[in-house]
């Protein structure tokens, strides 16, 4: 949907209200999660991107590595994925206290928090493209810091 739309967004009041711990999921069989992550590597690969086009997700294919539902899926099939998937030309990953994030997000438990901000920092680790921004530091801030990021990139 257009930006607009978005921001134009409200929760209802009925809206169901989260629940501690929710997301603290077991991990997934891989037959059940199979038909799931075929369904996303076709979405993904159907999408319809157009080149000198920026796109942002709040979500991405490799989100799969460190959520606890793909925890028992083979990560060589995870690869594989990527060969239908666009690659980001950048990945910004906002690391911020688990404590902050839990208040925000209170179906993770702070140690869960923690373990996916790590293994994202070990999943890219030698991405190029991936950059850690302090987002405990105001929000402006962080956003100049993406924004030269970017800038730098398009001036070379």
């Known amino acids: 949907p257009p930006l607009k739309t978005l921001l134009r967004h409200r929760s209802s009041p009925n809206s169901k209200r989260v629940v501690l711990d929710s997301g603290m999921v077991k991990p997934s069989?891989?037959?059940?999660?199979l038909?799931?992550?075929?369904?996303?590597?076709?979405?993904?690969?159907?999408?319809?991107?157009?080149?000198?086009?920026?796109?942002?997700?709040?979500r991405y294919y490799d989100d799969n590595y460190?959520?606890?539902?793909?925890?028992?899926?083979?990560?060589?099939?995870?690869?594989l994925?990527?060969?239908?998937?666009?690659?980001?030309?950048?990945?910004?990953?906002?690391?911020?206290?688990?404590?902050?994030?839990?208040?925000?997000?209170?179906?993770?438990?702070?140690?869960?928090i923690q373990l996916q901000i790590s293994m994202f920092k070990q999943h890219?680790?030698?991405n190029n493209n991936f950059h850690v921004i302090d987002a405990d530091q105001d929000i402006d801030e962080y956003i100049d810091h993406i924004a030269k990021v970017v800038q730098k990139d398009s001036n070379c």
């Open 66 to 79: 460190v959520q606890r539902s793909y925890r028992n899926f083979p990560r060589p099939l995870l690869r």
């Open 124 to 126: 890219f680790r030698n």
């Open 35 to 58: 038909p799931s992550f075929i369904w996303n590597v076709i979405d993904f690969f159907l999408g319809n991107f157009k080149s000198n086009q920026n796109y942002i997700f709040a």
């Open 29 to 33: 069989s891989f037959v059940r999660l």
């Open 81 to 112: 994925g990527h060969l239908f998937v666009p690659v980001p030309d950048y990945i910004f990953v906002l690391d911020r206290n688990a404590s902050t994030i839990r208040q925000q997000k209170p179906e993770l438990s702070i140690e869960e």
